[in-house]
């Protein structure tokens, strides 16, 4: 089992650029989910998909950001245009099952982004 | 405002003590709590779920417990080791949606 394949690791652009992260779940899981995480706010969920279909989008900050699930074994978050303040590392997590009893999550190495 | 505080120091411990992290919290009401390792430039890594109706779960040298009148979790590790060291990471989860704690670093001295 790979787990969770985000890419790329780094990405340094400029501000006003679009910027697009890449994430593959793991193989039969229905659950996806973004998550940003800096020093001053922690780990932010962004938005939830299940079964490709988005669920909940509350966490994305503004219409800047925008993320796609055409299949079950590929999402994007996309950036545009970028500014200095998105600079952050961006995690993608899958789990199998989302109930009250909610399985754990698996999460990928994330996506270190830096926007000058 | 919901919040969730875990230790605000980092904590430094002798190899083969028992390191105990906290998570406390307000204005929530979770289903379950999940506790979370994460080391630098990685992704976090489950480690233990506790649900609302447990008051302790127990793997190999980790425990948690749960207390919901409290809104306090506990996390201990014992007899920890250098490869201990990381940042440990409390979930409250309602639902499909976690809400992480800032974390607490832990290092273990040989």
């Known amino acids: 089992d790979a787990g969770v394949i985000q890419s790329p690791r780094h990405e340094v652009t400029e501000m006003g650029q679009e910027v697009t992260l890449r994430c593959k779940p793991i193989?039969?899981?229905?659950?996806l989910f973004w998550y940003r995480q800096t020093m001053m706010r922690g780990l932010e969920l962004l938005i939830y998909?299940?079964?490709?279909?988005?669920?909940?989008d509350s966490g994305m900050p503004e219409d800047r950001f925008s993320a796609k699930m055409p299949n079950a074994s590929f999402s994007t978050l996309k950036i545009q245009p970028s500014e200095p303040r998105d600079s952050a590392v961006y995690f993608c997590?899958?789990?199998?099952?989302?109930?009250?009893?909610?399985?754990?999550?698996?999460f990928g190495s994330g996506t270190q982004l830096s926007v000058l | 405002s919901q919040k969730i505080e875990q230790n605000s120091e980092a904590l430094n411990i002798q190899e083969g003590k028992t390191a105990t992290l906290t998570c406390n919290y307000t204005?929530?009401?979770?289903?379950?709590l999940q506790w979370y390792r994460q080391d630098p430039g990685r992704g976090p890594v489950f480690l233990l779920l506790?649900?609302?109706?447990?008051k302790e779960k127990r793997k190999e040298r980790l425990k948690v417990t749960f207390d919901t009148t409290l809104k306090q979790s506990l996390f201990h590790i014992t007899a920890s080791q250098p490869a201990d060291s990381a940042t440990y990471l409390c979930?409250?989860?309602?639902?499909?949606?976690?809400?992480f704690g800032a974390g607490t670093t832990v290092t273990v001295r040989a």
């Open positions: 997590a899958s789990s199998q099952t989302v109930t009250i009893d909610n399985e754990k999550l698996f």
């Open positions: 193989s039969g899981h229905n659950s």
């Open positions: 998909f299940n079964n490709n279909v988005p669920i909940d």
């Open positions: 204005n929530y009401s979770p289903a379950y």
């Open positions: 506790i649900r609302e109706n447990e």
């Open positions: 979930a409250l989860g309602i639902d499909y949606k976690l809400s």
